[in-house]
């Protein structure tokens, strides 16, 4: 039997509160999502001025990300290299950038997503989520 990494609450809150100091720190009112391994929503929080809309596009990148085990900007550039083919993927809910999976040794422990700004800009909000937990 294997031993499996999973986040611990000490884990997800620090990664909400660096995610949230990176947007407000760059004013973008954003939502910002962290699910686990499985695509169940951990912790959320949809910023000052961000839209209803960016409520279900983070949480779809966060849960793509996780399901998929890869940055949901894999799947944008599929798409626009001409992978049409892939937008009818069964349960993959946003392929925009802005997911990202949380990989501890080998090992899928959720992702963070996020929406409101450029999905570069995005990005950024989830990177800086991660790096305060190490990944």
């Not at 000490?10 to 407000?24: G, H, Q, R, T, W």
């Not at 000052?48 to 944008?76: H, W």
């Not at 937008?87 to 993959?92: E, F, K, P, Q, T």
């Amino acid at each position: 039997m294997k031993t499996k990494f999973v986040l611990e609450l000490s884990d997800i809150k620090a990664m909400a509160m660096a995610a949230e100091a990176e947007a407000l720190r760059n004013h973008w009112a954003v939502s910002i999502a962290i699910v686990d391994d499985g695509g169940a929503l951990l912790w959320f929080a949809r910023l000052d001025g961000a839209t209803p809309l960016t409520v279900q596009i983070a949480t779809g990148k966060a849960r793509t990300a996780a399901l998929g085990r890869s940055e949901t900007k894999l799947y944008e550039d599929m798409i626009n290299e001409g992978r049409a083919s892939f937008l009818s993927a069964h349960s993959v809910d946003c392929m925009l950038e802005g997911g990202l999976p949380l990989i501890k040794d080998g090992q899928c422990l959720g992702a963070v997503g996020v929406s409101g700004v450029r999905s570069s800009d995005d990005a950024q909000v989830a990177r800086a989520g991660m790096a305060a937990i190490g990944l």
